[in-house]
């Protein structure tokens, strides 16, 4: 193992200091002077045609200074399908649809001018089940929407979710056993504490500032100058500065209908407009993870080989469609690549009905695949008679293989992590006791080296050192908590010989900052690390080149220690960082200390039939745990969780683990308590009493195993952690309840009412 | 709606303010003292984003109104570290065990280990997690804030 400096170390994370003293400024602490307030009036229906909108009587409040429609707004249209307008004009699909907007000089104000604007609706047919909304002669959402070969109106969106690989059909014939089942999973909600939130500024040239808290500060510009086109302002600027973001976990990997009334207001207004979501509002006006439902089949020969994964799923796309609609492709990955299966059949139809519309979520479409596909191995393996840790076992992914979605995966770490899975649970005497205690593994597959989603995966470092040694980074990675910023610091600082705390991390501002295609799919660690490394090595090259000069020594005899220049073969050769660089600084036709650096990844795009190597290098992870079944309640206790993972290389091991822990813990919640209720596209419950995150007494002790594997494309081998440890979760806790009581629940999250009424059908 | 005078000790100081009669210690706190470290995350009592301490016991000051901390003492986060900036023990065991990530709940979360420990020195793991038990957090699954307040109290 190298002798690393700054890798591997337990780092605080660096705005740390800043957080806990109550001095980070969020989006809801940030005020701009002459700054007014937008609130949101929304449908009071799933499905309606607008008649009248009478917003005279808001208009006449004092204090108001604007009320915006759909009717004198221009046609903006935004998300993945182009198919929502931030203002709703002649027709409302969901109760989440916004109807008016009212700008006012405080909060109070405009609440109340909500009050006053008068809607007349006339209540439409609505449909909230996605397999009936495709039955012929359905209400239809979007009138206009036409699908299928003969172009007619249709709910079911035209992307024709397919995957094919080898001959499912023929594989099937061929196995000896083959389980089939259908499995269900519901919406669940980001929970961020901060709720959404922003303030649109125009300055004097129609150019726009927006305060955010995006996870995708370069992909929200380019959608923040479409809605600048569309309003008549082509050629102006967007700048967006993001405030300290209160959790992302997806919700933030898109643009929304209130970032764009914001602007709206703000270019009538003249004035900043600033618009924080309530805790009501963020329940059900911003975008859950997606609900499935999801008919698979599997089947194996009768040493337990896997012979094919057949998955036919309907996906409830909601009234529109974001970025989340995409999820497919990102289930191909588990239902393609997790364990070895040769032959492969996938196909996925997302469904317009009045619910609310879904979103990225941590894992991205990743733990709804692979709760029914790991927790299908284990009805497999009992219909084999096999051991699910020997069935597992026999089908782990390995290194070099190619995966029948043309995924390369070089390292890999899988076995290893499901052996000492096996170990910490005591398997071989733990396993089939069926006394009401029960142990249970699942594993998971995820990017682990970037995802070309995009056609650029890219992230720009730009490095500036400065007389004294303070080393600037200014990147183009989002940090949103999760620690991208002291990653990045450690490893500038790795290859440049410095300390952290030298070096400074800037990522807020797209004005300053290089492009970057956003925190998403676990890329920021391997991709703005490996773009920050990049930048640090030219920077160093520099350094040493400068130093040669004043040294005596060739460049390659030099290198950087602790803030010192030295030369390898004379230690007595040597100098600070600092004087070397205001030497340079202050010689005739000086130099300043700076590079840029753009990292794309090597790896591709998914061809038209959806396989390529989407990522550069793949995340492998097992999660195991034994839980405790209450007969008489239902209730599900866990006693011990496991959660190993192969991470390449961990960077800072305290925030790796940070990274587990949230992210296991998530799952749990996924799994046992979690569910946006939705009544005829109403949510009913948006609050936190009655939707169920885990508190500080409800989670079990999570024990995280780091396997590392090293990485040859990863910054100092490092790979993507940041949604694995919610991945395997569900289907892990399904399985240990299935040996604990012997009941298999197959519909999330497995409440006690689901346990029991399986028992109660058991017996 | 008439104003009406209120005083109360806010992080040791004493201050004198006309506030709106309905107003609760949130919108006191950060909209008119502009006291941004306390949280919002739900304005129903339900997150524990807001949590200060009154005469040394957690409220949840969004839902607690204004008037009544008439003569009381109020400590938000920013009255945690003492004259010379220097953080308190609790603070400094959430920086150094990862107890942190976007830090929307940590302002709350400090506070109420602060009370538990004030109250009792010595916490199982079991009042550790009770005493936390109204501060919701998204990110750390907790794990790492119940580590970083054992090892404060045993400081």
Known sequence: MQDFINIGKRIPKMDAEEKVTGKAIYIHDLKVPGMLYGKILYSPHPHAKILRIDTSEAERLPGVRAVLTGYNTPPIKFGFYKDNPPLKANKVRSYRDEVAAVAAIDPDIAEDALNLIRVEYEILPAIFDPEEAMKEGAPLIHEEHLGGKEKKPTNVLNLPWRLIAGDVDEARKNSDYVAEDRFKVTWVAHCCLGTSGCVAQFDLKNNLTMYSNTQIPSLAQKDYLDALSAMGLQGKKARVIKAMIGGGFGSKLDTYAYEYIAILLAHKTRKPVKIIFSREEEFFATSPRQPAIIHIAQGCTKDGKLTFRDIRMTLDNGAYTSWGATTPSVMMMPISSLYKVPNVRYVAKCVYTNNTWSQAMRGYGNPQATFAIDSQIDILAEMAGIDPLDFRMRNANTPGEVTPQNFRINTCGLRECIDVVAQKLDWRQNRGRRDGRGIGMASMIHVGGGARVYKSDGCGTIIKIDDFGTVNVITGATDMGQGADTVIAQIVAEELGVRVEDVVVTHTDTDICPWDVGAHASRTTFVAGNSARGAAKKVKEQLLEVAAKSLGENPENLDIRDRTIFSKNDPEKKSPLGKILRAAHYAAGGKMVMAEHFYDPPNENLDKEFKGNLSVTYAYGTHGVEVEVDKETGQVKILKYIAAHDVGRAINPMLLEGQVYGGATMGIGYALTERLILQDGKVMNPNFLDYKMLTAKDVPNIEPIVVETDDQFGPFGAKGIGEPGLVPTAPAIANAIYDAVGVRIKDLPITPEKVLAALKEKK | ?155
């Open chain 2, 1 to 155: 709606m008439g104003k009406q005078t209120l005083s109360f000790t806010l992080n040791g100081e004493p201050i004198q303010i006309e506030v709106e009669p309905h107003l609760t210690l949130l919108q006191v706190l950060r909209d008119k003292l502009e006291f941004t470290g306390t949280k919002e995350g739900c304005g129903m009592g339900e997150c524990g984003a807001c949590t200060v301490l009154l005469n040394g016991k957690t409220v949840n000051s969004c839902i607690f109104p204004a008037l009544e901390v008439e003569g009381k003492s109020v400590t938000t986060i920013e009255g945690l570290t003492d004259g010379q900036g220097n953080l308190h023990s609790i603070q400094k065991a959430f920086i150094e065990y990862g107890a942190i990530q976007c830090g929307f709940c940590t302002p709350g979360m400090v506070l109420s280990a602060k009370a538990l420990l004030d109250e009792n020195t010595k916490p199982t793991e079991e009042e550790i997690r009770h005493g936390i038990a109204g501060n919701l957090c998204r990110c750390t699954g907790y794990l790492q804030i119940i580590q970083a307040i054992k090892e404060a109290s045993e400081q």
